[in-house]
DNA sequence: CTATATAATTCAGCGATCTTAACTAATAAG
DNA sequence: CTTATTAGTTAAGATCGCTGAATTATATAG
């Protein structure tokens, strides 16, 4: 990687940092749920199936923890928990139409600074941006796609 | 906002947040430090002199939270914490050189995939991105200098 | 000098999450 | 059928961070 470009990722991550965390957490606080929450409530809604073991090894904690934190997610509404027919040992898990809510209003809130900064570009700028992160998302796809088949 | 941009940001941020967010508590658990420290520890790196009051403000928390947190964090080594000559009621936050350490570590780990995304573009597409990400960085940079010197 | 306001600390108590260990249920292997 | 493995749950205990209230020290106002 050319050196000018290092650092404008370095940049770009402090940036995404300084603007990210702090409203991330204050969403949390204000609406009342805990990071791990909110964290498991963000992972179910971009991996629309998953079991208990996953979310552990996600975040890296035994079973046990997750067991304990999505029961209060069911008995909260966020997420419902049903067999999988295939093998009656998993749960699977998938996030009610308020978790889903809550999900969405928590990544708009946390990146809320990038459409605001957005907003106060040009369209020519708009449209550079545009394929650029376009660019990325598309690479990010090829990278994905290999493993996310792989299991299971 | 025009349309297509609407739904790139949103796939981008779906992106960030399915790749960013797992890797940060895993790589906190591994490490030993809570979320809320290493959040305050990217926040002293990002603000190089900070108080226990102005954290307060920023994750949205007490006073007694922030000075017991930080109360660990200084014995672990990771903050600095000395009087404000100008006003001896407030305390200087300050990251050491091992505060500063596991505050880059962190934020590498974070983004690492977005470093491995970058190595698999040709230069030209890097060239683009560069570009597009420059553009972010400096008008969020006109956005953030009203602001960032306004007090002290 | 006295009174008030501000910044930080300390302490007791609460709630949340984590771990380990024991347990139930379902599947796979012999 | 018996045994071992896998997925998830439950319970007990520990830790952690937060709050509210009381306290200390500094700064400001009258």
Redo the contacts with the bound molecule.
């Keep these: 990687m050319s050196p000018p470009l290092e650092k404008t990722i370095k940049d770009w991550m402090n940036l995404n940092m300084r603007n990210s965390l702090g409203n991330f957490m204050r969403f949390a606080r204000e609406k009342n749920y805990?990071l791990?929450?909110l964290s498991a409530l963000i992972h179910l809604s971009q991996n629309e199936e998953c079991?208990?073991?996953g979310l552990g090894t996600e975040?890296g904690?035994?079973?046990?923890?997750?067991?304990?934190?999505?029961?209060?997610m069911v008995q909260q509404g966020l997420v419902h928990?049903s067999e999988d027919p295939q093998?009656?040992?998993?749960?699977v898990l998938v996030l009610t139409e308020e978790g889903n809510k809550i999900a969405n209003e928590g990544m708009i809130e946390r990146h809320k600074w990038l459409s605001d900064l957005i907003n106060i570009l040009t369209e020519e700028e708009k449209d550079h941006v545009d394929s650029a992160l376009r660019l990325l998302i598309d690479k990010a796809a090829l990278l994905d796609d290999p493993k996310s088949q792989s299991e299971s």
Tied chains: 1, 2.
């Design positions: 805990s791990p929450q079991n208990i073991s975040f904690v035994t079973n046990a923890a997750v067991s304990q934190l999505l029961e209060k928990r093998d009656r040992r998993n749960k």
